[in-house]
Structure formats: C-alpha cells, structure tokens
C-alpha cells in the first residue's frame, strides 16, 4: 500500500456490489448508490486515542464523508475514523 494515512485517518476500498436486482434487471453504473460499506485498508497511527479499527475490518460510514482519491488505478477513499459509524462482523 503506497498510501500511509496520517493522524486518525483511514483509507476505505469499496467492495464490489451486485450489478443486478433480484429481479434480473442489469444496473448502469450511474443508477447505482455508492455504497456505505468498505474495508480498511489503512490506518493512520491515530490522535489522542488508540485507533479502533484494523486492517480488515468491514465498516460502515457517513455518506457524505471523505475524499475520493485514485492511485494506480484503483479507487480509494480516505476518512476520518470519526465518519465510520460501525464495524460489520
């Protein structure tokens, strides 16, 4: 991983989600949401506090929440661990 988040960052990868309803029908990519749900891929070393996520870990997060970068081709985005609202495990 080229990125190494500062602070009590965290850097988000979306996981892929489905094309098609349970109906069949194939979605475009400008019908989808963007999803709410990722994996961390990086963790900052943290502020006053001890981070509360790992490398991993599935999260969900504020919508509206952080910056979208792309890096060798793939897309990331990065958060403060302040916009994740929960762990799914």
């Keep these: 991983m080229r990125l190494s988040p500062l602070s009590d960052r965290v850097v988000l990868k979306y996981e892929e989600t489905e ?3 349970q109906s069949g029908i194939i979605l475009p990519d400008s019908a ?5 749900v ?3 891929v990086a963790v900052g070393p943290g502020k006053d506090e001890e981070m509360q996520v ?3 870990d599935k999260v ?7 910056t979208e970068v792309k890096l060798d081709d793939e897309e ?4 403060s661990q302040n916009d994740i ?3 799914v495990k």
């Design 85 to 87: 609202i929960a762990i």
């Design 19 to 21: 094309e098609k309803t």
């Design 60 to 66: 969900i997060f504020s919508e509206y929440s952080g």
């Design 54 to 56: 790992k490398e991993g």
């Design 76 to 79: 990331y985005t990065i958060v």
């Design 38 to 40: 990722a994996v961390v």
């Design 32 to 36: 989808k949401e963007k999803p709410q």
